[in-house]
């Protein structure tokens, strides 16, 4: 049965840190979403007029490819801001994405 140890324990003889230095917690802890909480993402979505919430997006093109949109098919807007794909996303954020493409 292996041994768990508290993320901050120094274990003697594997410690490579010079002496005095603090420990570095190395594991990230999980954090979960929950509705109304302000680590989501609110997009609205044009023109069908609907508001999806998205946890977790780091960048515009993450949020195109959770909404099974290409590059070219919509245009994200952020206030009076157009992104472009490369653009980073922070939690909390309200986006309009505008659909650009023709269906008729």
Do not use: H, W, Y
């Amino acid at each position: 049965m292996p041994i768990f140890r508290p993320v901050n324990t120094i274990v003697p003889g594997l410690d490579k840190r010079p002496p005095g230095r603090a420990p570095v917690c190395t594991r990230a802890r999980p954090t979960r979403a929950r509705q109304g909480d302000p680590a989501l993402i609110t997009v609205f979505i044009e023109p069908d007029n609907e508001t999806v919430s998205f946890p977790r997006l780091s960048t515009a093109l993450q949020l195109l490819q959770r909404l099974n949109l290409r590059v070219n098919d919509a245009l994200i807007i952020r206030g009076a801001e157009l992104l472009t794909p490369d653009r980073a996303l922070a939690d909390g954020e309200t986006l309009r994405v505008r659909k650009v493409t023709s269906t008729g």
